[in-house]
């Protein structure tokens, strides 16, 4: 069946929404160093351009009608049907990879990198709670204020949150290595374990003084550069061992999550 060229009737209504989730997430992360409270404004700012965006797009793309032209003028899609009389464009990647390769691939990531973590934790400072308790800097400023002898306990408030944090970067950086993947060059497993350190690296290099102080004074670069190339290897591995799906582009949001309305299919 021959799929109808996208936004052939209209395209879609201008929003605020992505605005006022950038400036939401503009001010966790400006919490992350000022006040709690600011993070907690940002992250109501986010959820709610998040919910009003989400809104625009589900269950059906909200879209501005394109005039049809008068009697007069040729029918308004003659570009369109040009296109395919010279054939039909070729999108790029033709295939992806499926997101929950990618979920899956960071959560398998993130437990690599831990284990290096824990790892490091145990050779240098004789604790596998050091290193999870450090990342609990980056959101607990009470973190910065303890000694070497507390990091190295078990401590629930600082385990919990940095169990959160890894969590949730870990498998956004797994569905960023899905989408990624298919533009990459032919050997995927290598170009994460090579690319992702540099990157996060040079990310968190001149960062780390502000964002956690705590985990600044006791970074092993060597170590973390080999946490990220776990990482880069394991979630590589896996989205490259499952397989790609014919990409969407041109589809709506309904289509491609397969939601349906009423009972009809």
Not at 220 to 235: D, E, I, K, R, Y
């Amino acid at each position: 069946m021959k799929r109808e060229p996208p936004y052939q009737h209209g395209i879609p209504e201008s929003t605020s929404a992505p605005l006022v989730t950038a400036f939401g997430v503009t001010l966790v992360a400006a919490g992350l160093v000022t006040n709690l409270w600011v993070m907690v404004g940002g992250a109501v700012i986010a959820l709610v351009g998040l919910w009003q965006w989400f809104g625009d797009v589900f269950p059906g793309e909200r879209l501005e009608e394109i005039p049809a032209p008068n009697a007069t003028q040729r029918r308004w899609d003659f570009a369109v049907e040009a296109i395919q009389r010279a054939g039909t464009r070729g999108i790029y990647p033709e295939r992806a990879h499926p997101w929950r390769s990618g979920i899956l691939g960071g959560i398998f990531g993130g437990v690599a990198m831990a284990v290096v973590a824990s790892i490091w934790g145990l050779v240098e400072h004789s604790s596998v709670w050091l290193p999870i308790n450090l990342l609990a800097g980056c959101v607990m400023p009470s973190v910065g204020d303890a000694d070497e002898t507390a990091l190295a306990l078990f401590n629930p408030a600082w385990i919990g949150a940095a169990c959160m944090i890894h969590g949730a970067l870990s498998v956004a950086c797994g569905v960023l290595y899905a989408l990624a993947l298919p533009i990459a060059p032919q050997r995927p497993i290598l170009a994460g374990s090579v690319a992702l350190p540099v990157i996060v690296t040079g990310l968190v290099w001149p960062t780390l003084t502000i964002v956690n102080p705590a985990l600044d004074g006791f970074i092993s670069w060597p170590w973390f550069v080999g946490s990220q190339v776990a990482f880069g290897v394991v979630c590589g591995w896996w989205v490259a061992g499952r397989g790609t799906v014919e990409a969407h582009a041109g589809r709506s949001i309904v289509d491609r999550m397969g939601v349906h309305r009423g009972r009809r299919r």
